[in-house]
T-cell receptor, first 108, second 117 residues
Framework: GQNIDQPTEMTATEGAIVQINCTYQ??????LFWYQQHAGEAPTFLSY????GLEEKGRFSSFLSRSKGYSYLLLKELQMKDSASYLC?????????FGTGTRLQVFP | EAGVVQSPRYKIIEKKQPVAFWCNPI?????LYWYLQNLGQGPELLIR????????DSQLPKDRFSAERLKGVDSTLKIQPAELGDSAVYLC???????????????FGPGTRLTVL
């Protein structure tokens, strides 16, 4: 089966750095995606990792270790608008399996 | 470029009534997905289409749910009859393809929030 774990909630301060972890157990790994979802809105694509290492995209970076079944999303210079849920999703063969999401609250 | 379009955005019905949701994917995207998302949970796949063919409907409750994508573009998802437990957000997503790589990236519509009373 597939299992994806991420923390339920996190809090951070504006301007700080936060790391959201995701661990997974799945066979047929075919890539890992991070999505951002504001309350009442659609998930929006943030990043895609299929090889080990760090992918940087502006204030957001995503890391993958396939041998450890581990990924993290790093958000730098936090802004109030970054308050949202962050969904880790693993591509299992041809199906995308989502975690339950991490709700991040950014405080001034 | 227009994103994934869904309608309606909100729907309130009484149990045992039918309901239908419509989705128009991003132009050129061959793969279309319908997901269900409960509050505080990640999206769960209901059905995936490659063009007009349903290639994965293993999670679709076929006793009451049906879907179609007749011309390989727009799609509708129907529930008949609706039950209280069907209250959720129904998301539609599309991707260029689904066979691996960055082209698998799924882009989501705003969803339809269904409330069954």
């Amino acid at each position: 089966g597939q299992n994806i774990d991420q923390p339920t909630e996190m809090t951070a301060t504006e301007g700080a750095i936060v790391q959201i972890n995701c661990t997974y157990q799945t066979s047929g790994f075919n890539g890992l995606f991070w999505y951002q979802q504001h309350a009442g809105e659609a998930p929006t694509f943030l990043s895609y990792n299929v090889l080990d290492g760090l992918e940087e995209k502006g204030r957001f970076s995503s890391f993958l270790s396939r041998s450890k079944g581990y990924s993290y999303l790093l958000l730098k210079e936090l802004q109030m608008k970054d308050s949202a849920s962050y969904l880790c999703a693993v591509k299992h063969t041809d199906k995308l399996i989502f975690g339950t999401g991490t709700r991040l609250q950014v405080f001034p | 470029e227009a994103g994934v379009v869904q309608s309606p955005r909100y729907k309130i019905i009484e149990k045992k009534q039918p309901v239908a949701f419509w989705c128009n994917p991003i132009s050129g995207h061959n793969t279309l997905y319908w997901y269900l998302q409960n509050l505080g949970q990640g999206p769960e796949l209901l059905i995936r289409y490659e063009n007009e063919e349903a290639v994965d409907d293993s999670q679709l409750p076929k006793d009451r749910f049906s879907a179609e994508r007749l011309k390989g573009v727009d799609s509708t998802l129907k529930i008949q009859p609706a039950e209280l437990g069907d209250s959720a957000v129904y998301l539609c997503a599309s991707s260029l393809r689904s066979s691996g790589g960055a082209a698998d990236t799924q882009y989501f519509g705003p969803g339809t929030r269904l409330t069954v009373l």
